[in-house]
Structures are given as structure tokens and as C-alpha cells.
């Protein structure tokens, strides 16, 4: 064990909790080793003597130091049996000595694992601190790091358990920090802690949609605030107990996060909602922090002291909160809250009369806040009225979503029967081009003998629009669809220009055969083929207009008889209710809400449609606005996407460039003063060294940035957003250093204004 108190040097331990097994020794009678540590390179020697030192906890008879070097259990057992300290091992016991003996012989630690242990903990003036490092820790410690699933579970507890030691929901002055480092190889390798994913911390209940800030009084009142998605309300409420001074808790604060289990019913985007529940799911939880120090096992997955969960499983529409979805804590003190003791074992509070009113009135106040507003059917609809807004937003975006699949699986499909719709008209159009070159290769034809091949070819000539594909307008074609696309407008193009090439010369030739009757008898059929054509698109196109509006105007219809027998039902009961001048007016007030009710139901479901249908024009080409919108949203988003990667690389770059800065500014100043104390006196080597260093500075004064500049948009700066800004950058040196940072109220009030670049990819 090492340990260190605030200007005193680092102390080490070293023992073996087994020697307290022999029952034969008197404490008085055991040596626990104690040395001063003062640098890194004397641990080793010091965990040496203090393993010579305990093992004479063994026998004060024999020269560890000499077995030390060996490390032979065997040679040491052998020269116990003619020690008399071995007396007090009795015969049961001799295996345990034994394999004591062996563990403290070959108890080593290695190089990279003294600086681990050093770090943050070695530095007298400043730090301060425990660690604690076995040297054989039992399978079930090994275990975790067995990355298997069958381990998964244990793995959780342990990191459910020790994650959020103090707490970091708030900002507070507590300086403890917490790790697990697991070594698989020389070298640290990562955090237990933290392999699941981070902790919460304060900034994560801005991701909640539902948010309790406030305070118990100990006395079965709440007094806070509640926040339901981006709307603030105040919120009181008082337990209908017996009160009894006996059952006084004093204050406790409380402020709990609230994640919703649907994305859809969430005003997060995607990837907010997917941080948060993960963070959730992995350590959601109602936690109890004494003094910022959390109490166990509150917060753990099986620690929902309050039973909501049980609630729910009863009464699913009226308990709406779920253990499982909330973060947050309670805060106790010592000095706020005396009677709140934990067990005697540290698992929880004492169940006394202060524990079980404090349990009482949290219940209660949950009980009632989700009938007030959160129950199916509330007292109080605003978070139900904003839910429902939001999944109507989610449904309808899902359905224009299910809509452009499905127009994307279309077009796919028809990008596929296309090419094979070309290559049937091809052969047809090829083999009527080859019938009438036969016929008008002939000395003598009569109009009647190509009339027929005329008249197909003028009707396919007509038909030739089927084989365009009809472009999506509402969204963008992939790129796959795109290059698809273009290959079949390649090979139309070819037909194209294959039919051109034979047919002009062939209809040119046969207009000179023909006489001037037949030419006109040939033209006027030619349009009428174009001409029945158009009739047949125009008429088709009208018939599915009239079935759409048919079958709009039928649900109108329905929906709106709905309503209106729905009024009409509850006008006649009410109106065979009436019995008294009194009730007239009550009823008329509930007529009223029930008008006003259904007319809000028909805005929703019904005029909206008519509004739609009102507006649209033939000048309009909504899908093809629709696309427009979207194509430039993609692109924005797109573009977005970009700046932000962009900023996050600029940020990492000035970052590193002021690493290397501060870097190269130290190297130097160490290069002038061993140079000006003639440390390195004529020594070529160093003189080799400041030259390349020198060349490897100007070379990285020439590294151009990732980034360029352009532009500037004015903007104010507040003391207050700099001293924020700073002290969350810097906010893992801060407190791994203890770090007091303050600012003065004048900064904090100061303003400045500044140009702010725009940055752009190079």
C-alpha cells in the first residue's frame, strides 16, 4: 500500500492479510513494515526491505535477504524445521505458511508499473492520496479482464459499483479521482472504469427531457422546479403523512434526468438520444451522495429502493417512471441529515423512522407528480399535448421516409425492366425497318402493301416516351441508381441514333415511290397515332385524379360523420340529463369544451387535407419543391458536417502546434543552459544534437495548416463564456492537479469584441 498526506513524504506497506490467519500470534507479536518513499528509483529497494522485514513475521531467526535473491521456497522450509518460531504454525497450517512464504519471495513489481504507482502521489507539497496494488489478486479481480460473456455481468456490477465515487453531477470542490487501470501488457492499457463508456456528468442532464431540480424539507414537502422538454414550471407538494418530529430527515436536494425510451417522443437528435441512452442504459439510476461521496448500492441496477419499477408493473399507465430510464441524485449530509445512517456492513441506509418517511414522501412525490402530469390520461396535459406533437412529427417523417423507400425500390425495380423494354422495341422497330426496306427495294409498290408496317412504326414512334424513365422529383438518386441510369441512357442513345441512321433513308426512299395521296393518307395517320396517344396519358392521368379525389372526399366523409355523431350523442344525452335551471349552465360549459374539443380534432385530421388540396396549382410542381428542399437540407446538412469536422481538426492542430511550441520553447532553454554552464564542453554529440534540433524546428515552422481562414463576423465575448470555456478544456488537469481556478466578478462581467474567422478546408 502507498499513502500520503499533504507535506509529508510517501509512505509504503507491504503485508500479507493471511498471516492473520495463524490465530497463535498476539498482534503485539506481528511486524507491519513502514518506509518513506522519496523518489521512484528507491522503491524497488524498499519494497525489497520491506519484504525482509515482514517475512520475519515468519521467523527473526533466518536471513531473508540471502533467500530474497534465490527465491527458493524449498532451501526456506527446509531450515524452518529447525527453528523453534515454527512452533507456532501448527500442523493444519504449515500449507498456508508455505505458500506466504512463496508469495512474498516472488512478489516483484515491474519498472513501467513504479511510475504508474508514483503518479500523482509521490510530490510532498501537493499530493496527496491511497493506492492499493495485490500482487496475486483472486480469479474473480483476474476475471475482469477477461473480456468474455459470461464475465459480462460481473464486469458490469464491479463498474456500477465503483463509477461515480464523488459526485459528478455537480461542480464541487471534492478532489477525488477514481480509476481501475488494467494491464494486459507492459505498459498501462485502459481504464475498467471507462471501458463500458463514460460516467455521467453534469452537461448530460441538458440531454434530458424531463428534469427535477428541487428539495425536500424533511418534513414530506417539495418545493422545485420541473422541466418538461424546453418548458420550465414551478412545482410544490406536500406528503398527506402524520408528521412526527421523530420521522424528521432534514433537507434533501434532488435533481434527476429523465431519458425517454422512444427517439420519437424525444426533442434529441439522433446521435444526442443514442449518447444518452447509452449512458442510461449502462448506469441509469437514482444515486444517494453523502457529502459528495456515494453511498452504495444506490444507483445500481438492483438498488431501486423506491420501487418504481414494481409501480410500473402494476399500473403502467399511472407510474410513468422507470428506475431504468432516470439519472440523477439525492443529496444527504452528515450535518443535514443524522439520522440517515448507513449499515453497518456500508450497503445502504438503516431502515429507521427517518429512512422510512424519507422513502415515503419520495414515492409519494413521484406517485403524484406522473398522475399530475406524466400519467396517460394527466391532470395536466402539457408534457402528453408536446409528446404527441412529437410523435405525429416522428410518424409523418417516418412515413415520407417509408414513402421515398418505396419510390426508390420502384425506380430500382424499373432502372431493371428499362433495358429489357428497350431490347424488345429495338427487335420489333429493327425487324419493321427490315420489312419495309424489302418493300421498297421492289420496282413497283402500292401504298397498300406498306401501309401496315407504316401505320406500327407510327404507333411506336408514338410510344417511343415509354421507354424515359421517369425520374424521382422528392429525393436524390443514389449514386448506384445514377450510374445505372446513365448506362441505360447511353444505350438509348445508341438506339437512338442506330434507328435514325436506317429509317431516314428508307422513308425517304419510299416517299419517292409513293404518290402524293398515299404520303398524305401516311401523314395523317401518323397523327392520329400521336394524337391517340396524348388522348390515352391525358385520360389515364385523369382517371386516377378523379379515383384519388374519390377516395379522399369517401375518408373525409367518414371522419367528419365521426365527429358530428360523436357531438350529436353527447348533445342528446346531456340534453335528456337536464332537469334543473342549475344544470343548464354546467352543461353548457361542457358542451362548450366537447365543441371545442372535436373542432381542435378536426383542424388535425381533417382541414389540414383541405388546405392542402386548396393550394395546390398546376404553375406548382410540389414534388418537385419538395425535392428542392431536400437536396439543399442534404446539402447544408452535408456541409455542416464538414465545417464541424473541420473545426474539431483546426482545434486539434492549435492544440498540437502549441504542445510542440511550448515543447520546442523548453528544449531550447535546457540546450542554452547546459551550453552556458559548459555541461557538454567541446563534446561533438551535443553539438550534433542542437544543429538537428535547430533544422527540426525550422522544418516545422514551414508545415502549412490543415485549414485557411476567410472572412470575419463581429461577436461578443463575455468574461464569463472565457472562464467557462477554460475551465472545462482544462478541466482533467484541474483536478488532477488540484487546480484553483477562479476569476474576479469584473472579469466575469467584462465583454470583448472580436472578429471571429470562418474556417475552411484547405
Known sequence: MLTKKIGHPLQAMFFDWRLLENYNLFLEDIIIPIKDVYTGKDLKTIIKD??????????????????????????????????????????SQLELRSEIISSALNACLEDFLIDDLLENIIDKANHHGTKFFIFEPISQIVQLTEKDEDNLEDIQFVISSLSGFTNPF????????????????????????????????????????????????????????????????????TNPRKKDKRSFYGKIPIVLGYSQGAEKSSLLDENSFKKIGDKVSAYGGL????????????????????????????????????????????????????????????????????????????????????????????????????????NERHESLKADKEREKYEKIAFTKSLNE?????????????????????????????YSEVEGILNRIHAMDAEYNKLLPKVPKKYKPTDNQLDRLEKYSIQLEEFHEKILNLKNPLFKKAQEKLAIRDLKIDFSKKIASFNAELERNINDNKNILTNSLEVLRLEYTQRARRILDEFSHDKDEIINRIDSKEKISQYADLMESRFIKLLEEA????????????????????????????????????????????????????????????????????????????????????????????QLENKYELLSPLYRISGALPKDILGI??????????????????????????????????????????
Open 170 to 237: 455537480k461542480d464541487t470542490e471534492t478532489k477525488v479521482s477514481t480509476e481501475f487501470p488494467i494491464h494486459i501488457n507492459k505498459g498501462y492499457d485502459y481504464d475498467l472504469l471507462t471501458s463500458q463508456g463514460n460516467f455521467f456528468t453534469k452537461e448530460d442532464y441538458e440531454l434530458a427531457d424531463v428534469m427535477i431540480d428541487g428539495e425536500f424539507d424533511g418534513n414530506g414537502s417539495f418545493t422545485g422546479k420541473i422541466r418538461i422538454y424546453d418548458q420550465i414550471i414551478d412545482y410544490s407538494y
Open 603 to 694: 383542424n388535425k385530421i381533417l382541414f389540414p387535407l383541405v388546405n392542402h388540396v386548396k393550394n395546390l396549382n398546376f404553375d406548382l410542381d410540389e414534388e418537385l419543391i419538395q425535392g428542392a428542399y431536400k437536396a439543399e437540407y442534404e446539402n447544408i446538412k452535408f456541409q455542416w458536417e464538414q465545417i464541424r469536422e473541420t473545426a474539431q481538426l483546426g482545434i486539434a492542430v492549435e492544440i498540437i502546434d502549441h504542445e510542440f511550441n511550448h515543447l520546442y520553447s523548453a528544449i531550447n532553454q535546457l540546450l542554452k543552459e547546459m551550453k552556458s554552464e559548459n555541461i557538454f564542453a567541446d563534446s561533438e554529440e551535443f553539438d550534433y544534437l542542437a544543429q538537428n534540433f535547430k
Open 50 to 91: 520491506l519484504k525482509e522485514e515482514f517475512l520475519k513475521n515468519i521467523s527473526r531467526n533466518i536471513r531473508w535477504s540471502e533467500h530474497l535473491e534465490k527465491r527458493d521456497v524449498s532451501v526456506v522450509l527446509e531450515e524452518l524445521k529447525d527453528d523453534r518460531a515454527s512452533a507456532i504454525w501448527e500442523n
Open 418 to 446: 428499362y433495358p429489357e423494354k428497350l431490347k424488345t422495341y429495338n427487335n420489333e422497330y429493327s425487324d419493321l425497318l427490315s420489312r419495309l426496306e424489302e418493300k421498297v427495294n421492289q420496282l413497283n409498290i402500292g
Open 287 to 390: 444515486y444517494i451522495y453523502r457529502d459528495n461521496f456515494r453511498v452504495l448500492p444506490y444507483g445500481r441496477l438492483n438498488a431501486d429502493f423506491l420501487n418504481f419499477e414494481e409501480r410500473r408493473s402494476r399500473r403502467a399507465g399511472t407510474a410513468y417512471f422507470s428506475y431504468r430510464r432516470m439519472f440523477g441524485y439525492l443529496a444527504i449530509s452528515r450535518e443535514e441529515n443524522p439520522d440517515l445512517k448507513d449499515k453497518s456492513s456500508r450497503e445502504g441506509l438503516i431502515n429507521n423512522a427517518q429512512y422510512r418517511a424519507f422513502v415515503n414522501d419520495s414515492t409519494n412525490f413521484f406517485w403524484e407528480l406522473a398522475k399530475e402530469y406524466f400519467a396517460t390520461i394527466p391532470k395536466q396535459s402539457l408534457f402528453r399535448d408536446i409528446q404527441k406533437e412529437l
Open 721 to 762: 463564456q472565457i472562464f467557462s470555456y477554460m475551465k472545462k478544456f482544462f478541466e482533467n488537469p484541474i483536478k488532477t492537479y488540484f487546480i484553483e481556478f477562479s476569476a474576479t466578478k469584473r472579469f466575469l462581467e467584462y465583454s470583448i469584441n472580436i472578429k471571429e474567422p470562418v474556417i475552411y478546408t484547405v
